[in-house]
């Protein structure tokens, strides 16, 4: 039994296979005329939720339904980890109540390795959700597919990925992603949303939206993570809006084909004008959709599959 923890040491054999195995998934169920697949009847799934979410969980619960597993949904707030339960107790609770899969999302970087590192005896998968500023595998292979859909291969296009990279667990998902799958990826931010050690990233940096946007086939918004934010110089709002926000003036600065992705919660009107959110140039409810089958394309390569992955 493996797990799905980070998309850092992906190959992109192992991620392609899952970006195709989401492709026929969505074609089998392109106008839901086949509702339901049999595949993981008799498996559980649980997703716990120590952080908030909607598109990541909602499309977990759905992929798995979708798939025939049993799906049960565990909160923070409603479970023994309001009463100081540990991780690893829940976690071993989860195994030994019968679950398959646990898809985790912890505010603390690292938190769904430790939680594969206590599960692999049991034969429980672990599908890391978003773990602290680190990673979220599934948001990355979501906006993949979102990209292959639009552009083709992702082999030597170019992606902006915008904003505050300091916080961005999806902004490192993706450079992992991107450049495995042969992209290039330059990061706009200010210097402040800008991690240490950046230099040591397979990508370029500029600190100019406006000289980047000519020059890409997609844009990657990101939303600025005030509640990851504890002291450190960041612009207001409307500094940052005017330097990073994607209006629609700086739309047409994009070549025709370019794609506007955002991976959601969007704060619109700070890092992206609503304007541009609801245009047909942004991808934004098509990621979303994605993600279904991008998740039910994970849940089969861990469950039915039996394929390693990272
Ligand atoms: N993109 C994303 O992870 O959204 P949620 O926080 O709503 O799951």
């Known amino acids: 039994m493996r797990h799905l923890l980070a998309t850092e040491g992906m190959d992109a054999a192992t991620a392609t296979a899952v970006l ?14 086949v509702r339901k697949l049999p595949t993981l009847r008799g498996r559980t799934v649980v997703t716990v939720f120590y ?56 505010p603390a970087s690292g938190a769904a390795h430790r939680l594969a590192g206590w599960l692999t005896e049991a034969g429980t998968s672990v599908v890391n959700a978003g773990d602290g500023m680190h990673e979220h595998p599934t948001q990355a292979l979501l906006d993949a ?43 706009v931010a200010p210097p402040t949303l800008l991690p240490s050690g950046v230099d040591r990233w397979p990508v370029t940096v500029s600190h100019s939206l406006d000289a980047v946007l000519p020059t890409v086939d997609a844009v990657m918004m990101l939303r600025v ?34 794609v506007v992705l955002h991976p959601g919660p969007m704060l619109r009107g700070m890092e992206i004008a609503s304007a541009v959110a609801d245009s047909p140039r942004a991808a934004i409810t098509e990621q979303v959709a994605n993600g279904v089958h991008v998740r039910m394309a994970v849940l089969y390569h861990l469950l039915a599959h039996e394929e390693e992955m990272a």
């Open 225 to 258: 993570q005030a509640e990851r934010m504890h002291g450190g110089y960041f612009p207001s709002a409307r500094e940052y809006s005017i330097a990073y926000g994607l209006s629609e003036a700086r739309l047409g600065l994009l070549p025709e084909h370019a």
């Open 20 to 33: 195709d195995t989401a492709d026929q998934l969505k074609a089998t169920l392109l106008g839901r005329e």
């Open 145 to 187: 597919a979102t990209l292959r859909e639009r552009l083709g291969a992702l082999d030597g296009r170019r992606v902006a990925i915008v904003g505050d990279v300091l916080h961005s667990r999806v902004a490192r998902s993706n450079v992992h992603l991107l450049t495995a799958l042969g992209a290039e990826v330059v990061l």
């Open 51 to 106: 952080e908030a979410s909607t598109r990541t969980r909602v499309s977990f619960e759905i992929a798995g339904k979708w798939m025939s597993a049993d799906v049960v949904n565990v909160s923070a707030s409603g479970s023994s980890v309001g009463k100081g339960e540990s991780l690893r107790d829940t976690a071993l609770t989860l195994a030994a109540a019968g679950a398959d899969c646990v898809i985790v999302r912890h």
